[in-house]
């Protein structure tokens, strides 16, 4: 089986695990991507007594190392993009073209964190006291446990495992159980590198196993976290009892307004990209499009001819331009909802599941028009491709509907007016705010996160992402 199997790293071995899964592609069903080890609790702990004894030689050792590490990922991951964006298509069923460009991402920032492990600064402070020094650094924060979800596989093991050896800590990773092989491929160019043993960790798995370990183990110091609100919170709880520090990305309902001045050419496939591209399975997708009645009909128009004419299909055929849902169950979730935004008295268009070659779990794009904010399914994230059309009178209206939510990740607003765009970057109770550019898409090098139910804790990315993988220590000196 061991042959057959691909294996969690734990300590510089690749070990099998307690179980095994078959990782199916969505697109096609019959096509079995491969056999993934399920680690243990025992192997958990494992991992982490590793971590642990490597902490002491890894966040000692030279930057430059740390650098050459990531340089020399990012080098692998750049030179085989379109190998592992492909297998990336077939095992979570994004586009080709978006799947290549997920990986380049990963490289992208495996490389930028290789600049900043050579730029870990620090303060030196004149004292209030005569004859004393005082010093501010920046020290790693210890064992950090990792747990990422399936819609971004590569990209967003990328963005935490690189800060956090560039700051020197060591890692216990755990990729989601739906889409294990391009975190697997990344664990393989990480130890293929020269990453030291014990310093990098995968173990896969359920995150009822292998997440709960992780979450509640005494050597992990810190874990960052992206997925859903109710394991967010859970985790949030779990960490506060350990005492250990915590960073969670959990989503969004996010709202794009379209003003009455906006150009169509600009909003109508803004709004395309932002609500259904990725299958629409994006924290930062927009499901809530609320749009000024000046506009609201001419939009609705070109809006549903333009959605209408999307091809669904596999992720490998370059025309296709919606791949599938990732599972059966996130789509039978995603048609629960499509039947609930009808029976809460929305004119629902799309949505159905759709028929195609081969098995799998294909679904129109769907368009809840007469929408309200009030409804279940203009409140509640459904991570697919589906968006309520929401019609308001003007700026004020659209602000509060936009930021009458539980959520505060990303928001948009495509309008031609500087003091529209000006107010609402302004008032918009969101982390990230765009003008005229999609909700979702997002820079590297940049802060990515939000406010109230869509984070907690600490930003992730860009040069940002020191306040999470470091503790500041102050030294103060007795010069005599």
């Given at each position: 089986?061991?042959?057959?199997?691909?294996?969690?790293?734990?300590?510089?071995?690749?070990?099998?695990?307690?179980?095994?899964?078959?990782?199916?592609?969505?697109?096609?069903?019959?096509?079995?991507?491969?056999?993934?080890?399920?680690?243990?609790?025992?192997?958990?702990?494992?991992?982490?007594?590793?971590?642990?004894?490597?902490?002491?030689?890894?966040?000692?050792?030279?930057p430059?190392?740390?650098?050459?590490?990531?340089?020399?990922?990012?080098?692998?991951?750049?030179?085989?993009?379109?190998?592992?964006?492909?297998?990336l298509?077939?095992?979570?069923?994004?586009?080709?073209?978006?799947?290549?460009?997920?990986?380049?991402?990963?490289?992208?920032?495996?490389?930028?964190?290789?600049?900043?492990?050579?730029?870990?600064?620090?303060?030196?402070?004149?004292?209030?006291?005569?004859?004393?020094?005082?010093?501010?650094?920046?020290?790693?924060?210890?064992?950090?446990?990792?747990?990422?979800?399936?819609?971004?596989?590569?990209?967003?093991?990328?963005?935490?495992?690189?800060?956090?050896?560039?700051?020197?800590?060591t890692?216990?990773?755990?990729?989601?159980?739906l889409?294990?092989?391009s975190?697997?491929?990344?664990?393989?160019?990480?130890?293929?590198?020269?990453?030291p043993?014990?310093?990098?960790?995968?173990?896969?798995?359920?995150?009822?196993?292998?997440?709960?370990?992780?979450?509640?183990?005494?050597?992990?110091?810190?874990?960052?976290?992206?997925?859903?609100?109710?394991?967010g919170?859970?985790?949030?709880?779990?960490?506060?009892?350990?005492?250990?520090?915590?960073?969670?990305?959990?989503?969004?309902?996010?709202?794009?307004?379209?003003?009455?001045?906006?150009?169509?050419?600009?909003?109508?496939?803004?709004v395309l990209?932002?609500?259904?591209?990725?299958?629409?399975?994006?924290?930062?997708?927009?499901?809530?499009?609320?749009?000024?009645?000046?506009?609201h009909?001419?939009?609705?128009?070109?809006?549903?001819?333009?959605?209408?004419?999307?091809?669904?299909?596999?992720?490998l055929?370059?025309?296709?331009?919606?791949?599938?849902?990732?599972?059966?169950?996130q789509?039978?979730?995603?048609?629960?909802?499509?039947k609930?935004?009808?029976?809460?008295?929305?004119?629902?268009?799309?949505?159905?599941?759709?028929?195609?070659?081969?098995?799998?779990?294909?679904?129109a794009?769907?368009?809840?028009?007469?929408?309200?904010?009030d409804?279940?399914?203009?409140?509640?994230?459904?991570?697919g491709?589906?968006?309520?059309?929401?019609?308001?009178?003007?700026?004020?209206?659209?602000?509060?509907v936009?930021?009458?939510?539980?959520?505060?990740?990303s928001?948009?607003i495509?309008?031609s007016?500087?003091?529209y765009?000006?107010?609402?970057?302004?008032?918009?109770?969101?982390?990230?705010?765009?003008?005229?550019?999609?909700?979702?898409?997002?820079?590297?090098?940049?802060?990515?996160?939000?406010?109230?139910?869509?984070?907690h804790?600490?930003?992730?990315?860009?040069?940002?992402?020191?306040?999470?993988?470091?503790?500041l220590?102050?030294?103060?000196?007795?010069?005599?």
């Amino acid at each position: 089986m061991s042959e057959l199997m691909k294996q969690n790293l734990i300590a510089g071995q690749w070990l099998d695990g307690a179980e095994a899964a078959e990782n199916l592609n969505p697109a096609d069903i019959s096509d079995c991507i491969g056999v993934y080890a399920r680690a243990s609790v025992e192997q958990v702990n494992d991992a982490a007594q590793a971590a642990r004894a490597a902490l002491p030689a890894w966040s000692s050792a030279s930057p430059q190392l740390r650098a050459d590490l990531l340089e020399a990922v990012a080098q692998a991951l750049f030179a085989r993009k379109d190998e592992i964006g492909t297998l990336l298509a077939r095992e979570e069923g994004k586009t080709l073209a978006e799947a290549i460009g997920e990986t380049a991402r990963a490289a992208q920032v495996f490389r930028f964190f290789a600049g900043e492990a050579l730029r870990v600064g620090g303060d030196a402070v004149a004292s209030v006291r005569p004859n004393v020094d005082v010093e501010v650094q920046r020290e790693p924060v210890g064992v950090v446990g990792l747990i990422t979800p399936w819609n971004f596989p590569i990209a967003i093991p990328a963005w935490k495992i690189a800060p956090a050896l560039a700051y020197g800590n060591t890692v216990v990773f755990k990729p989601a159980d739906l889409t294990p092989a391009s975190a697997h491929i990344l664990a393989e160019i990480i130890h293929a590198a020269g990453c030291p043993a014990g310093v990098f960790n995968l173990v896969m798995g359920r995150g009822s196993v292998v997440g709960d370990a992780i979450s509640t183990h005494p050597e992990v110091d810190a874990i960052s976290f992206t997925g859903s609100v109710p394991v967010g919170r859970d985790l949030a709880v779990t960490a506060a009892r350990g005492m250990k520090k915590i960073q969670l990305e959990m989503g969004g309902k996010n709202p794009m307004v379209v003003m009455d001045d906006a150009d169509l050419d600009i909003a109508v496939p803004t709004v395309l990209n932002g609500a259904f591209f990725s299958t629409g399975q994006r924290c930062t997708a927009s499901s809530r499009i609320i749009v000024d009645a000046g506009i609201h009909d001419a939009f609705v128009e070109r809006l549903l001819r333009d959605m209408g004419a999307l091809k669904v299909g596999n992720p490998l055929d370059s025309a296709t331009q919606i791949g599938p849902v990732v599972s059966e169950k996130q789509l039978s979730n995603n048609l629960e909802y499509v039947k609930l935004a009808g029976a809460e008295g929305a004119e629902v268009i799309g949505g159905e599941r759709l028929s195609h070659e081969s098995v799998g779990y294909f679904q129109a794009p769907a368009a809840f028009l007469n929408a309200t904010n009030d409804m279940q399914s203009s409140r509640q994230e459904i991570f697919g491709p589906c968006a309520s059309i929401i019609k308001v009178a003007g700026f004020d209206e659209a602000l509060a509907v936009a930021n009458d939510t539980e959520f505060g990740l990303s928001s948009g607003i495509c309008t031609s007016s500087l003091k529209y765009a000006r107010e609402f970057k302004r008032q918009s109770e969101a982390g990230m705010v765009m003008v005229n550019l999609p909700t979702a898409g997002v820079d590297y090098h940049v802060p990515f996160g939000g406010r109230k139910g869509s984070s907690h804790g600490s930003r992730e990315q860009g040069r940002y992402a020191a306040e999470f993988y470091t503790a500041l220590k102050t030294s103060y000196s007795f010069a005599g």
